[in-house]
């Protein structure tokens, strides 16, 4: 039963951008935590941002910072990941995740989300 089901991968130019989508399950979406990941070939999976069920609050790593927004919308049981000024090395595949109640102080911790989608390739061209 797929829950998760991630689009919007594909191949920009380095300075361009992408809108990533992730749709989600009713039951999921409304009583989650809703996280984005990447995981480049030979690395560790990382985050990359991240929004809260409630105040909608929203956390990135710093790498993605002033270049990457994340969002959710309620009707669709969507969240999306829009990202600009696209560099060589935000290369990867990109997941979707939730997870219920997750502390702030632990967001960026994969262990904390239990649900993910089946990923969907960004590639940037330098």
């Known amino acids: 039963q797929v829950q998760l089901v991630e689009s919007g991968g594909g191949l920009v130019q380095a300075g361009g951008s992408l809108k990533l989508s992730c749709e989600a399950a009713g039951r999921i979406f409304g009583s989650s935590t809703m996280g984005w990941f990447r995981q480049s070939p030979g690395k560790e999976r990382t985050f990359v941002a991240a929004i809260t069920k409630d105040s909608g609050r929203t956390y990135f790593a710093e790498s993605v910072k002033g270049r990457f927004t994340i969002s959710r919308d309620y009707a669709k049981n969507t969240v999306y990941l829009q990202m600009n000024s696209l560099q060589f090395e935000d290369t990867a595949v990109y997941y979707c995740?939730?997870?219920?109640?997750?502390?702030?102080?632990?967001?960026?911790?994969?262990?904390?989300?239990?649900?993910w989608g089946q990923g969907t390739q960004v590639t940037v061209s330098s």
């Open positions: 995740a939730s997870g219920p109640g997750i502390p702030s102080w632990l967001i960026a911790r994969s262990q904390q989300y239990d649900v």
